[in-house]
């Protein structure tokens, strides 16, 4: 099985700015899904998106993805200190999600 | 609801010892993952029960991992020995279904189990 990759590894920025997060992978999928990670914490499901849809949106986060290239990203508009945390991406292979490395974000007030 | 349960939330053991995590999943859910996540790395599926049954333990390093979910609820992962290389935080997950050629329905994760093995 493959991880997907992500980048950028780590990211700061300031409370206000957006940040984008991009994942690329290398197999036919049929939805991928974004989740977060506070520090010491299980994950959260955030958003998923179907490999017949290019967009989605849900409060600050837009999703989007495209198959041709075969990525997708992230975007958290108007960030706050409390989306510090780590964000991945995750698409099913075989039946079973496979994770990518991980984006850290750090959010500054 | 009340979400995924797990326990313990720490532990440190010395290697070649025994170690044993608990999840409880959330009521209803008949799927239930375990996964190892490695520091600065994305969790990695150990293994996957369908109610009572193994879907898939193609990563589960089965000669010191054992996992069971008796009667389809909540689940035990072992490992026996540890070594080194286990120190890890531990997911447990849990979900409606699998669908057969989609793949998963949206997991919801517990707090995990962090592992050092000294």
């Known amino acids: 099985s493959q991880q997907g990759e992500e980048d950028p590894q780590a990211l700061s920025i300031q409370e206000g700015e957006n940040a984008t997060m991009n994942c690329s992978y290398k197999?036919?999928?049929?939805?991928l899904q974004w989740y977060r990670q506070n520090s010491g914490r299980g994950l959260v499901h955030l958003i998923l998106i179907r490999s017949n849809e290019r967009e989605k949106h849900s409060g600050r986060l837009r999703v989007t993805l495209d198959t041709s290239k075969k990525s997708s990203s992230l975007l958290i508009t108007a960030s706050r200190a409390a989306d510090t945390a780590s964000y991945f991406c995750?698409?099913?292979?075989?039946?079973?999600?496979?994770f990518g490395q991980g984006t850290e974000l750090s959010v500054k007030p | 609801e009340a979400g995924v349960a797990q326990s313990p939330r720490y532990k440190i053991i010395e290697k070649r010892q025994s170690v044993a995590f608990w999840c409880n999943p959330i009521?209803?859910?008949?799927?239930l993952y375990w996964y190892q996540q490695i520091l600065g790395q994305g969790p990695k599926l150990l293994i996957q029960?369908?109610?009572?049954?193994?879907?898939?333990d193609s990563q589960l390093p089965k000669d010191r991992f054992s996992a069971e979910r008796l009667k389809g609820v909540d689940s035990t992962l072992k490992i026996q020995p540890a070594k080194l290389e286990d120190s890890a935080v531990y997911l447990c997950?849990?979900?409606?279904?699998?669908?057969?050629?989609?793949?998963?329905?949206?997991?919801?994760f517990g707090p995990g189990t962090r592992l050092t093995v000294l």
């Open positions: 009521s209803g859910h008949a799927t």
């Open positions: 029960f369908q109610n009572n049954g193994v879907v898939d």
């Open positions: 995750a698409f099913t292979q075989g039946g079973k999600l496979i």
């Open positions: 197999t036919s999928i049929n939805n």
């Open positions: 997950a849990s979900s409606w279904t699998t669908i057969a050629g989609v793949g998963p329905d949206t997991q919801y």
